[in-house]
């Protein structure tokens, strides 16, 4: 089947130190894969995508990186701000031959960052 | 361009009775999906409607429903109630280029059973 396992968190940083969030899939075929984010009290809010291999996603400084290989897409950022606490979620599109689609996603990671 | 906006952000709901939710997607997207998010369970796929046909459905019982209309809003409807059912249930907008699938999500419907 179709699955996303990401890191747990929280994760708790510092202002300007680099952020890594682990994320591997499992699909049939090539899916596209996304990470979003999502702040307190609000919805989810596309960060960043991918539609196939070797394909690197970025936005705001956040890059990942579509690895077939080893069926990875880890979100990074070299110097997180506090702006950045929010939960972080990656995803996967599962789509069928008839137009159909849907996102499966992983768990979750909390992010923190202190001043 | 608007997003997407569903309505009612809160709702104090009593087990047993039902709920109607609504979203009004993006202008010009025709799909609408819904998802509920939980503490224990995650992000969960509901259903996805285009063009008022439901195309997709998730692994949710039949008390959790769903429609479009011909202006693409849709709703959906929970009847009798559970505490289990005490969520934010988000609804996606998405438009398809290139077979390329972009979401887009509102705030949400904090839905709390009591």
């Known amino acids: 089947g179709n699955s996303v396992t990401q890191m747990e968190g929280p994760v708790t940083l510092s202002e300007e130190a680099f952020l890594t969030i682990n994320c591997t899939y499992t699909?049939?075929?090539?899916?596209?894969l996304f990470w979003y984010v999502q702040y307190p009290g609000e919805g989810l809010q596309l960060l960043l995508k991918?539609?196939?291999?070797?394909d690197k996603g970025s936005n705001k400084g956040f890059e990942a990186t579509y690895r077939k290989e080893t069926t990875s897409f880890h979100l990074e950022k070299g110097s997180v701000q506090v702006s950045d606490s929010a939960v972080y979620f990656c995803a996967l599109s599962v789509s069928t031959q008839g137009g159909s689609e849907k996102l499966v996603f992983g768990k979750g990671t909390k992010l923190t960052v202190n001043p | 361009k608007a997003g997407v906006t569903q309505t009612p952000r809160y709702l104090i709901k009593t087990r047993g009775q039902q709920v109607t939710l609504s979203c009004s997607p993006i202008?010009?997207?025709?799909?609408v999906s819904w998802y509920q998010q939980t503490p224990g369970q995650g992000l969960q796929f509901l259903f996805e409607?285009?063009?008022?046909?439901?195309?997709n459905k998730g692994n949710f019982p039949g008390r959790f429903s769903g429609r479009q209309f011909s202006n693409s809003r849709s709703e959906m409807n929970v009847s009798t109630l559970e505490l289990g059912d005490s969520a934010l249930y988000l609804c996606?907008?998405?438009?398809?280029?290139?077979?390329?699938?972009?979401?887009?999500f509102g705030s949400g419907t904090r839905l709390t059973v009591v």
């Open positions: 991918a539609t196939k291999a070797d």
């Open positions: 996606a907008s998405r438009y398809d280029r290139h077979a390329i699938y972009i979401n887009t």
């Open positions: 409607y285009f063009s008022e046909t439901q195309r």
């Open positions: 202008s010009g997207h025709r799909s």
């Open positions: 699909a049939t075929g090539y899916p596209s």
